[in-house]
């Protein structure tokens, strides 16, 4: 499993009538070179999730059933505000098929398996997590017609990839902080950009980590542990962290999940510094992992 971030936004955005932060849902979407792909799953609640009785089936060209694209079922479970990887599990090449990126592999807690497994996925496959009968997620749309024929989800109407941008071919997509709860009603129509960031072709940096807007685990997590980050904006090209406990672990992650800072201490102190001086300006998420097994995070500027 691997731990991930919360981080406060706005809004809330979803098209589910779910209860937000209750159950799992799909937070990334891998779809790269040849069988390069994966799913990413976050747990937004407090507890850890066994995954018993969970599984992803893919609707083969956005068709009613999932008969000729592939289930699997899940296995093990995810810890609390945290995720969990699927990737596709081939490892040899043939003429018509590559083998999945070993570095990818290796960032999986569960590898698909054989073809038709629900990695195979080509843009324009349906996504659907199920908890036993239950759906509790959708990615794209089920009994999609005018995606039949199509090769991919657009950005612009009628999103069928007739015009506008392709999103879901050739792309990853990593979801909104705003959203917190799946999609369980099939989206007619189903548009992308509405809970959906799109990041290029053959990009893997933001799986295993994850901002959501699930407010309760913010104050569960930050009310364990007292600490500040400074200064806050930053401008300097520095950031120092005091804490009442011993620091582990600071990683600093951009706004669509990517950690572009990460440092690990083999000696243990509450008070560190970074070297801010090549991010970019923007809003970043700071995550601070202590020897308490504790976990927290704040909001940061560069300026």
Not at 84 to 99: H, K
Not at 135 to 146: H, L, N, R, V
Not at 249 to 278: F, R, W
Request: hydrophobic share 40%; proline share 5%; glycine share 8%.
């Amino acid at each position: 499993m691997k731990k991930t971030l919360l981080f406060v936004s706005v809004m809330a955005l979803g098209t589910s009538f779910a209860q937000n932060c209750s159950d799992l849902f799909i937070s990334e979407y891998v779809e790269g070179t040849g069988n390069d792909k994966a799913l990413e799953l976050y747990n937004p609640t407090s507890a850890p999730i066994d995954l018993t009785g969970y599984r992803i089936e893919r609707f083969s060209n956005g068709q009613a059933t999932s008969a000729s694209g592939g289930i699997l079922n899940l296995t093990g479970s995810v810890a609390p505000y945290s995720t969990f990887i699927i990737a596709n599990g081939q490892t040899t090449t043939s003429p018509s098929s590559p083998a999945c990126a070993p570095a990818l592999q290796a960032m999986a807690d569960q590898l698909d398996g054989v073809y038709p497994a629900p990695t195979y996925m080509n843009g324009n496959d349906a996504i659907v997590l199920f908890k036993n009968a239950a759906i509790i997620d959708i990615f794209g749309k089920t009994g999609d017609a005018s995606i039949s024929t199509a090769s991919a989800w657009s950005d612009e109407f009628p999103y069928d990839g007739s015009v506008g941008a392709w999103w879901t071919k050739d792309h990853s997509l990593v979801r909104k902080a705003s959203v917190m709860t799946g999609v369980s009603v099939n989206p007619d129509p189903f548009i992308v950009t509405v809970e959906w960031d799109s990041l290029p072709k053959d990009t893997w940096t933001g799986l295993g980590s994850h901002t959501c807007d699930c407010m309760v685990g913010v104050v569960e997590l930050n009310s364990i542990v007292s600490f500040v980050v400074y200064p806050n904006p930053s401008n300097d090209g520095h950031i120092a962290i005091n804490a009442s406990e011993n620091i582990e672990k600071v990683e600093v992650i951009n706004m669509v999940g990517q950690v572009v800072l990460s440092e690990t201490y083999a000696v243990l102190l509450k008070k560190t510094q970074l070297d801010s001086s090549k991010l970019n300006k923007g809003m970043y998420a700071v995550k601070i992992r202590f020897s308490n097994n504790t976990i927290s995070q704040t909001s940061l500027i560069i300026q």
